[in-house]
């Protein structure tokens, strides 16, 4: 059981936008930052948003975040099929003095 | 820019100890960053372990704190995982990273708990 709550899976079809929520508390996205990783299949996480919308240099801007009050969301515009992978997001705890992530959402491109 | 290359054995036996290292490279190790391990089970989702700063400060997840230890050794600019009383359920790929937001990633090393 996840700290964080995201949507199992979503999907789209190429081309359209899509948005990926994340659900905490006040202990952790409410009072923190928070980033999100990109995950292709077989490969390591990839650091995709942090300090709740800043993209680290290399990131196309079709990568978007945002926070409000104890949920974050990401989205992703244009999809592409490259975009086909597990999206997590994560954030330091404050009450557990530890990071804790999202359990992950598959993105499948139609 | 720094670079984060996990080793250590593909198979453990149950109720020992894992021992993972994270080679530095790109970067010195006593630098102002946390240096942390995050691991994640065949085909769920990650999971954080603990974090060591430049002067042996350690947070751990209190869910594995009594069996965990990260340790710190700058003459070779790396850091450790060690893993008490290891069951089944640790059988993961294990990744090292650096502080939060957990900007770089090595690639993972895959372990097996298994007799």
């Known amino acids: 059981q996840s700290v964080l709550t995201q949507p199992p899976s979503v999907s789209a079809a190429p081309g359209q936008n899509v948005t990926i929520s994340c659900s905490g508390s006040?202990?952790?996205?409410?009072?923190?930052?928070v980033s999100w990783y990109q995950q292709l299949p077989g490969t390591a996480p990839k650091f995709l948003i942090y300090e709740n919308n800043k993209r680290p240099s290399g990131i196309p801007d079709r990568f978007s975040g945002s926070k409000s009050g104890t949920s974050a969301t990401l989205g992703i515009t244009g999809l592409q099929t490259g975009d086909e992978a597990g999206y997590y997001c994560?954030?330091?705890?404050?009450?557990?003095?530890?990071?804790?992530f999202g359990g992950g959402t598959k993105l499948t491109v139609l | 820019q720094v670079q984060l290359q996990e080793s250590g054995p593909g198979l453990v036996k149950p109720s020992g100890t894992l021992s993972l290292t994270c080679v530095v490279s790109g970067g010195s190790i006593s630098s102002s960053y946390w240096w942390s391990w995050v691991r994640q089970p065949p085909g769920k989702g990650l999971e954080w372990i603990g974090e060591?700063?430049?002067?042996?400060?350690?947070n751990y997840n209190p869910s594995l704190k009594s069996r965990v230890t990260v340790s710190l050794d700058k003459s070779n600019n790396q850091f450790s995982l060690k893993l008490n009383s290891i069951t089944a359920a640790d059988t993961a790929v294990y990744y090292c990273?650096?502080?939060?937001?957990?900007?770089?990633w090595g690639q993972g090393t895959s372990v097996t708990v298994s007799s």
């Open positions: 006040s202990s952790n996205i409410g009072n923190n930052y």
């Open positions: 994560g954030t330091w705890d404050s009450s557990l003095s530890a990071g804790v």
């Open positions: 990273s650096n502080s939060w937001p957990l900007g770089v």
């Open positions: 060591i700063n430049h002067s042996g400060s350690a």
